[in-house]
T-cell receptor, first 114, second 110 residues
Framework: AQSVTQLGSHVSVSEGALVLLRCNYSSSVPPYLFWYVQYPNQGLQLLLKYTSAATLVKGINGFEAEFKKSETSFHLTKPSAHMSDAAEYFCAVSDESGYSTLTFGKGTMLLVSP | SQTIHQWPATLVQPVGSPLSLECTVEGTSNPNLYWYRQAAGRGLQLLFYSVGIGQISSEVPQNLSASRPQDRQFILSSKKLLLSDSGFYLC?????????FGQGTRLTVV
């Protein structure tokens, strides 16, 4: 079975500050890992994904994440927060077979203050 | 390109009433389709998934059911809604490398 733990249900940063959202996973097989963003009352939009290629993955809107197998982590970062980054972020894991079910974390709400 | 349509966007239903939420996918064939429910602070809970017409797998016992009458159509239903069925429902289809989500349905049971 696979699982995802997102540390911190809410993270607050100031505009221009570093964003760090933490994600740890558990998987008995090589994982695929994803970060999605959700704006209020909307569906989920893919930010980036790790599919066993480069361990440092760059996504949209200046976000990136690094796959660290030894730490079973896939933390999401952005060097400088923007007001428009305020949203809920979900980390997800699936096995590497493709087309398989995604298991999501509980989400982290990112709050950005001026 | 692939698109996923989900409706309605919002729904207010009384307790005990029936429910039907529809999801359709365009631009792909034989997709793996999923229904998730999102409750505040609980993330996304997988309710049902389907790998083909008439093939439904349920992840959790509940008051809901799902059907897949056509290749690109996935329906979430209930005969009698409960207050606890309130939430944000998301339909998704799984491509080879990622999942694509509909815009969601906000269901409020009153």
């Amino acid at each position: 079975a696979q699982s995802v733990t997102q540390l911190g249900s809410h993270v607050s940063v100031s505009e221009g500050a570093l964003v760090l959202l933490r994600c740890n996973y558990s998987s008995s097989v090589p994982p695929y890992l994803f970060w999605y963003v959700q704006y209020p009352n909307q569906g989920l939009q893919l930010l980036l994904k790790y599919t066993s290629a480069a361990t440092l993955v760059k996504g949209i809107n200046g976000f990136e994440a690094e796959f660290k197998k030894s730490e079973t982590s896939f933390h999401l970062t952005k060097p400088s927060a923007h007001m428009s980054d305020a949203a809920e972020y979900f980390c997800a894991v699936s096995d590497e077979s493709g087309y398989s079910t995604l298991t999501f974390g509980k989400g982290t709400m990112l709050l950005v203050s001026p | 390109s692939q698109t996923i349509h989900q409706w309605p966007a919002t729904l207010v239903q009384p307790v005990g009433s029936p429910l039907s939420l529809e999801c359709t996918v365009e631009g792909t064939s034989n997709p793996n389709l999923y229904w998730y429910r999102q409750a505040a602070g609980r993330g996304l809970q997988l309710l049902f998934y389907s790998v083909g017409i008439g093939q439904i797998s349920s992840e959790v016992p509940q008051n809901l059911s799902a059907s897949r009458p056509q290749d690109r159509q996935f329906i979430l239903s209930s005969k009698k809604l409960l207050l606890s069925d309130s939430g944000f429902y998301l339909c998704a289809w799984r491509g080879q490398d990622e999942a694509f989500f509909g815009q969601g349905t906000r269901l409020t049971v009153v």
